[in-house]
């Protein structure tokens, strides 16, 4: 049991209307408490599909989008961990740029600028998105700052826009980043994909 809560930040991208089965259960059977923020699209997703309810009866916790009034006290603990999971390419790009334009990116900007607690984030990206002029700037940015990114060939390749929808998200690799960045060791699940992987992660990947 690891007593650690985190702060869970999800985009609008692939793989979020599976985040609370393969990344919050696991985190939460682990002992974590997961608190969850989406950025605007991302709620109006799982708006749509219901996941917001799902989540908050699992976590035990509201599901925030909008920052709070200046009277009004935070719902979420304080966290131990951030992760961006999935994370966008918007999203990664106002990071590195210090863009805080919504709840989101407010908490991710507050930590990576404070350099705590330990952020991870995993750019759900295509090869049309790292190919854009300043992706791997904000790449260097993030990791020169400390971010613990899960990215890179082994963990996620790039592919042409629309041509790997099913594509799985390597949350065994992500799991094992936020046990990582926070010093504590990983149990397996048995939803893991690739047990026998090895997680690629850390500041600088």
Known sequence: MSGRTLG???AAAG???DVRERLIEPMLEDGWTV???LTPTATIWLEATGEIGKIEAVTGLPVRSAPRLPHETSPHPEVDCYAA???T???VAKLALGIAD???LTQLCEAIGGRRPPVVVFPRVNAAH???PGWEHHIAALAGSGVHLVYGEDVWPLHRPRSAPNKELPWRAIRAAIEAATGLGQRQH???EQPGRPPATGPGL
């Open 89 to 91: 390419a918007n999203l």
């Open 85 to 87: 999971v999935p994370a």
């Open 8 to 10: 869970l930040v999800c």
């Open 190 to 192: 048995p939803s893991d």
């Open 130 to 132: 790292a190919g854009q």
């Open 15 to 17: 793989g979020i209307e």
């Open 102 to 104: 919504n709840q989101a």
């Open 35 to 37: 608190a969850v923020t």
